[in-house]
């Protein structure tokens, strides 16, 4: 359901996309709005899931960005031609749902699903960042600058104890804070503002800013925790 109450086509609004990049609007006072551009859509749904049939539940899947069949593989293809589809998609998600569905496969679904909507989640795979230390990683402070420290400032310092601690021998903790991978893991930005919608381009304009890089695949759906306010 939205906002006002109508229900939507696929009963929880939500699309796959691509973040385009981040520009700027201006509002009805003149002020400026940092915006973050998805490319959303269309997406088709290639699979309806009910409840009382074999699946056991409720769901709608949906399929995002046509491909060639010679880059798919046969089942995939086979899956979305029971649709319609021309071609196969390169993207799929699924969306659990309350009750039972009632659209069909090879329904379209656009960014119109999201006109009566204020606030978004944004979900996708932030930046990866490769191996990194713990200043970076955990925002440690580092080691004293002034005198007597050498060539050991972004160290971690101690990590553990040879007496060991009670209870867990000598072994360090588990969840111990040391340096690591960082980043290329998803994300999950909630209560986003929606600015704006472009039926005719596909776009929506959500404020501040969505995680990954340029062009990185996005799944965006109607706010689960609706946040009041700006």
């Known amino acids: 359901m939205s906002e006002t109450g109508s229900p939507s086509p696929i009963a929880i609004p939500a699309i796959l996309g691509r973040k385009v990049g981040m520009t700027r609007i201006y509002d009805e006072t003149g002020t400026?709005?940092?915006v973050t551009v998805?490319?959303?859509g269309p997406c088709i749904i290639t699979q309806v899931k009910t409840e009382d049939g074999r699946d056991g539940y409720n769901a709608?899947?949906?399929?995002?960005?046509d491909i060639k069949a010679s880059r798919s593989t046969k089942p995939l293809v086979g899956h979305c031609q029971k649709t319609g589809s021309t071609s196969p998609k390169r993207f799929f998600r699924e969306i659990r749902l309350e009750h039972?569905?009632?659209?069909?496969?090879?329904?379209?679904?656009?960014?119109?699903?999201f006109d009566t909507i204020k606030f978004v989640d944004v979900v996708g795979t932030s930046k990866g960042k490769?191996?990194?230390g713990v200043m970076k990683r955990w925002n440690f402070g580092g080691q004293p600058g002034s005198h007597g420290t050498e060539r050991k400032h972004r160290s971690p310092g101690s990590i553990g104890g040879g007496q060991g601690t009670?209870?867990?021998?000598?072994?360090?903790?588990k969840g111990k804070k040391m340096a690591g991978h960082l980043g290329d893991?998803?994300?999950t930005a909630r209560n986003l503002r929606l600015v704006g919608v472009d039926k005719g381009k596909h776009l929506l304009l959500i404020k501040?800013?969505?995680?990954g890089a340029n062009g990185g695949l996005l799944f965006v759906r109607s706010s689960k925790t609706i946040k009041h306010g700006s």
């Open 100 to 113: 039972k569905p009632t659209v069909a496969p090879g329904t379209t679904v656009d960014v119109s699903l």
């Open 32 to 34: 400026i709005v940092p």
């Open 208 to 211: 501040g800013t969505v995680p």
């Open 166 to 173: 009670r209870g867990h021998g000598r072994g360090i903790k």
């Open 130 to 132: 490769g191996f990194q």
């Open 60 to 65: 709608v899947q949906l399929g995002f960005e």
């Open 185 to 187: 893991e998803r994300v």
């Open 38 to 40: 998805v490319q959303a």
